[in-house]
C-alpha cells in the first residue's frame, strides 16, 4: 500500500506539473505576487480580502526562489501535500483501500488541479483543511489531548490563510452535536473555546478585509443556482459547461441550459460512486457527515453573499469537496466485484480527462493571454498609446509590456449610460483622429457587462479588429498604428 500510495503522490505532482506555466499569469496571480514582494509589516496589515499566512509564505518562497512564475511550483507543492493529506483523513475514517482510492480522486480532479496550478491562497486554505479535517475525525474518534491539540493548531493556521476556514469549524460543531446526540465532549469545548479565542486576532484584521471587498467593483449578484453550480464543479473542475468568467454574465437559465449536457454522465457516474461509497462508510453516518461539511457550507456562504455585498465564489469553500472524494473513494473499492462501478469509474476518470483538456487548450477557460498579447505588441512601435479595458487589467498589460510602454485604464462602462458616456468621453478626450493607439479589450464581464462599448466603439472611433488572443481582443485605433512586422 505505501508504494502503492507513492505512487498516487508522484503521479499527482505530475498532473500539477503538466501545463504548470502555459498560461499567463491572471491578473489576481499578480495582485498576489505584488502583496507577496512587500515588505512583512504590509503584507500583515494589507486591505486584500485574506489574512497574511499566505503571503507571508510565498513572500520567503520567493527570496529563495526567485522569480514570479515560481509562485505556481509552491501551489503544486501545496496541492500534492494535499493528496497525502485526504489519504490520512480517509485512512482515519476508513481503511487502506479507501484511502488509496480518495487520494488518486484528488490527484487527478481537475477542481484540485485548478488551484493547484495557480498562484494564489486557495490551495493552501485546501490544504490545511484536509489536514484539520484528519486531525478532527481522529479527535473525534480518540478523544486524546494530543489530537484536539493538533486540531486548534492547524486550524489556527486556517484562519490565518482564508476567513471562511470559520464555516469549517462551525461544520465540525455540527456533526460533534448531531453524532453526540446534542451533547459536547468536555476536550471538545476546550478545544473550541480556545478556537474561538485565537480568532479574536483575525476578527480585527477582517474589518480591513471586509471593507476592501466591499469596495470591489466586480462583485456579482448571487442567485441560488449557484449551489448547485459549485458541487458540480467539485467534480468538473470549472472546465465542463460555462467557464467561470462566463456566469459573470450568463442568465441563470441559460447556464443551467448549457451545464445539463454534462451534468447527466457526471451525475450518474458520480451517483453510483456516492451511493456505494455510503453503503461501504454507512449510509446514516456518512449522509449526515456529507451533508453538515459538504452540502451545508456552501448553502451558509451562499447565503452569506445573498445578504452581504461579498461575491459568492466556488473557491471560499473549495474544502467542501474534500469529504465527498472519501466517500466516492470508498464507492472505488467496489470496483472488482460490481459492474456499474467499473462503468461509473471510468466515466468519471473520462470526464476529469476532457475538463484537463478543456482548461489547456479552450480559449474560453483559458486566463487571458496576456503573455502572447504583449509578445505581438513588442514588435510594433513603443510609443503607441496602449489603452485597456477592463480598468483594472491595465497593470497586468503594462507587467508584460515591461517598461517604455504608456499603458492607460479606461474607466469601466458599466450597466448604466452615464458610465458607458464616462468611458467614450475618456477615449475621445485621450486620443486624437491622427494618431495611432491600440484598444485591448479583456473579457467583458467586468468593464463592459451589457456589451455596450465593444457595440458602440467601433462605429464611433473608426476601430479596426487586429487580432484575438484567449480572453483578449486587440483593435487598433485613430490613424492606426505601425504595422506588426
Not at 491578473?27 to 503584507?43: F, G, V
Not at 486591505?47 to 501551489?75: C, E, K, M, T, V
Not at 489536514?131 to 494530543?146: H, I, Q
Not at 489530537?147 to 490565518?160: H, M, R
Request: a positive charge; aromatic letters at 12%.
Amino acid at each position: 500500500m505505501r508504494w502503492a500510495l507513492a505512487a498516487v503522490v508522484l503521479l499527482a505532482f505530475a498532473l500539477r506539473l503538466l501545463w504548470l506555466q502555459d498560461q499567463s499569469l491572471s491578473m489576481d496571480e499578480l495582485a498576489e505576487l505584488t502583496i507577496a514582494h512587500s515588505p512583512m509589516t504590509d503584507i500583515l496589515w494589507a486591505q486584500d480580502g485574506f489574512p497574511p499566512l499566505y503571503h507571508s509564505i510565498l513572500h520567503a518562497w520567493l527570496a529563495i526562489f526567485p522569480g514570479d512564475q515560481s509562485a505556481r511550483w509552491l501551489s503544486a507543492l501545496f496541492g500534492t501535500a494535499a493528496v497525502g493529506a485526504v489519504w490520512g483523513l480517509a485512512r482515519a475514517v476508513a481503511d487502506e483501500r479507501t484511502a488509496l482510492w480518495a487520494a488518486f480522486l484528488v490527484a487527478v480532479s481537475p477542481f484540485q488541479a485548478w488551484h493547484a496550478q495557480e498562484a494564489r491562497a486557495y490551495i493552501l486554505y485546501y490544504l490545511i483543511a484536509a489536514c484539520a479535517l484528519w486531525s478532527f475525525f481522529t479527535a473525534l474518534k480518540t478523544d486524546s489531548p494530543a489530537a484536539w491539540a493538533a486540531y486548534v493548531a492547524i486550524c489556527w493556521a486556517g484562519f490565518l490563510t482564508h476567513y471562511y476556514f470559520a464555516l469549517l469549524v462551525l461544520s465540525n460543531l455540527a456533526i460533534l452535536l448531531v453524532e453526540g446526540g446534542g451533547r459536547l465532549r468536555r476536550r471538545a469545548v476546550i478545544a473550541h473555546a480556545g478556537l474561538a479565542l485565537l480568532s479574536v486576532p483575525v476578527a480585527w484584521l477582517l474589518h480591513g478585509d471586509l471593507s476592501a471587498e466591499e469596495a470591489a467593483t466586480f462583485a456579482t449578484t448571487f442567485h441560488p443556482a449557484a449551489i448547485g453550480y459549485a458541487l458540480f464543479s467539485f467534480v468538473s473542475g470549472y472546465a465542463l459547461g460555462p467557464s467561470p468568467r462566463e456566469l459573470h454574465g450568463l442568465a441563470a437559465g441559460r447556464a443551467v441550459l448549457a451545464v445539463l449536457p454534462w451534468l447527466l454522465p457526471i451525475g450518474i457516474s458520480a451517483g453510483i460512486l456516492l451511493y456505494h461509497g455510503l453503503r461501504v462508510l454507512g449510509a446514516r453516518l456518512w449522509g449526515s457527515r456529507l451533508l453538515l461539511a459538504g452540502v451545508g457550507p456552501v448553502v451558509l456562504c451562499a447565503a452569506l453573499a445573498g445578504v452581504s455585498s461579498i461575491t459568492f465564489q466556488v473557491r471560499h469553500v473549495l474544502w467542501a469537496s474534500i469529504l465527498l472524494m472519501v466517500v466516492l473513494g470508498a464507492g472505488c473499492t467496489e470496483w472488482r466485484s460490481r459492474k456499474p462501478v467499473q462503468l461509473a469509474l471510468l466515466t468519471l476518470l473520462l470526464l476529469f480527462g476532457v475538463s484537463r483538456y478543456h482548461r489547456h487548450d479552450l480559449p474560453r477557460y483559458q486566463n487571458e493571454d496576456l503573455r502572447g498579447l504583449a509578445s505581438y505588441l513588442r514588435t510594433a512601435d513603443p510609443s503607441t498609446p496602449v489603452y485597456v479595458l477592463s480598468g483594472y487589467m491595465a497593470q497586468p498589460v503594462r507587467y508584460y509590456l515591461g517598461d517604455g510602454w504608456s499603458v492607460f485604464p479606461v474607466p469601466d462602462a458599466g450597466p448604466d449610460a452615464n458610465a458607458l458616456r464616462t468611458a467614450l468621453n475618456y477615449l475621445d478626450s485621450s486620443t486624437t483622429p491622427s494618431a495611432g493607439f491600440w484598444f485591448v479589450y479583456t473579457r467583458g464581464f467586468h468593464g463592459d457587462p451589457w456589451g455596450r462599448l465593444i457595440d458602440t466603439l467601433p462605429r464611433l472611433r473608426d476601430l479596426q479588429r487586429r487580432k484575438e488572443f484567449a480572453g483578449i481582443t486587440l483593435f487598433a485605433g485613430g490613424g492606426g498604428p505601425a504595422p506588426v512586422r
